[in-house]
């Protein structure tokens, strides 16, 4: 077979294949809904923002107590800060968790969870395209 007539069989084979649409993500990161109480900051949808990353409430409360350098935690009424925080200043510390601790940096997609891998580390799983890679606990 000659390479001109297996390029025309090749060329004949693709445009018979169905056309694959792009990719569309309907995932989207929640805003941060927050109020202020006196000197406190109360995150009222802080059950959303857990169930979207498919993470426990109390790892958020860790991580934004950690990020914050402020007392931090849950109540019937949402997540309870020490302080006042603008939604703001609290909705970019939320995408910044998605992006370390929820969506892989591979394949960019939420499908994830985390493992304990010991010395303040997380072992990062994706189970959509199988990667795995470690970083650091919050």
């Not at 995932?27 to 923002?49: C, E, H, L, M, Y």
């Not at 601790?101 to 985390?114: A, F, G, Q, T």
Request: with cysteine.
């Amino acid at each position: 077979m000659e390479d001109n007539e297996y390029m025309k069989m090749l060329d004949r084979a693709f445009e018979k294949m169905p056309k694959l649409a792009a990719e569309v993500s309907d995932f989207k990161i929640p805003v941060v809904d927050s109020i202020s109480q006196g000197n406190k900051t109360i995150i009222r949808n802080v059950a959303q923002i857990a169930d979207k990353a498919r993470r426990n409430q109390d790892e958020i409360a860790r991580y934004l107590s950690r990020e914050l350098a402020v007392p931090a935690n849950m109540e019937s009424s949402g997540l309870v800060i020490n302080g006042k925080f603008k939604q703001e200043e609290l909705t970019p510390r939320i995408k910044k968790y998605f992006d370390t601790y929820v969506i892989c940096k591979e394949c960019k997609k939420p499908d994830s969870r985390l493992e304990v891998a010991g010395r303040g580390m997380f072992m990062f799983i994706c189970e959509a395209c199988g990667s795995r890679y470690g970083i650091k606990s919050y």
